[in-house]
């Protein structure tokens, strides 16, 4: 059972454009959500994160939108630039599952100059 | 660095063998958290410990596989008689402590083969 998902494996942008990044989850438990990025070879690096109680998350040119009601999360990178190119994860925990996180397939994104 | 270590980086093994994974977390993390990423996947959660307990191993697949943390830093990954099946990559993580919004810091994983 699939908790968190992410429908598209793979996103293919130009540099300068929005890059949006879609995560669907169906346990309603979860109250934390958090996108990771990583590059091959590496371990994931944490990018941006949103708690249930807010709808929207800013961190530069990086910003997290959170539709409870969907169960619906989004990551948009404005402009995308081609550094951004990595795999994206979207995670989520809640709590007293001590930080335990649950990740969705990921989303490779290719950013084309 | 002052990252999460994991060694070896790679490990290929013969079907029925034992192996084991080693972490070194960040100085002064005492959560732990052990992940298993197979091909085309996300990180799939295994077991996390709060210093030397494990305290939620509800994610190790079956008994072959067990973890220790003897004395709250250094954690090892044991898989009994392996399996083509457990082969992937596996990931490390601390966090200052365990729950909510801590940030979780990953090492690089140990790529794991199976003959």
């Known amino acids: 059972d699939q908790q968190v998902k992410q429908n598209s494996p793979s996103l293919s942008v130009q540099e300068g454009r929005i890059s949006i990044l879609n995560c669907d989850y169906t346990n309603s438990m979860f109250d934390y959500f958090l996108w990771y990025k990583k590059y091959p070879a590496e371990g994931p690096t944490f990018l941006i994160s949103?708690?249930?109680?807010?709808d929207k998350n800013e961190d530069g040119r990086f910003t997290v939108f959170l539709n409870k009601s969907a169960k619906h999360l989004s990551l948009h990178i404005v402009p995308s630039q081609p550094g951004d190119s990595a795999v994206y994860f979207c995670a989520a925990s809640y709590y007293n599952q001590g930080g335990k996180l649950i990740f969705g397939q990921g989303t490779e994104l290719s950013v084309k100059p | 660095g002052a990252g999460v270590s994991q060694t070896p980086s790679n490990k290929v093994t013969e079907k029925g063998k034992y192996v084991e994974l080693r972490c070194d977390p960040i100085?002064?993390?005492?959560?732990l958290y052990w992940y298993r990423q197979s091909l085309g996947q996300g990180p799939e959660f295994l077991i996390y410990f709060q210093g030397t307990g494990a305290a939620d191993d509800s994610g190790l697949p079956n008994d072959r596989f067990f973890a220790v943390r003897p004395e709250g830093s250094v954690s090892t990954l044991k898989i009994q008689r392996t399996e083509r099946g457990d082969s992937a990559v596996y990931l490390c993580a601390s966090s200052l402590w365990a729950g909510g919004n801590n940030e979780q810091f990953f090492g690089p994983g140990t790529r794991l083969t199976v003959l």
């Open positions: 100085s002064g993390h005492t959560a």
């Open positions: 949103i708690s249930s109680i807010k």
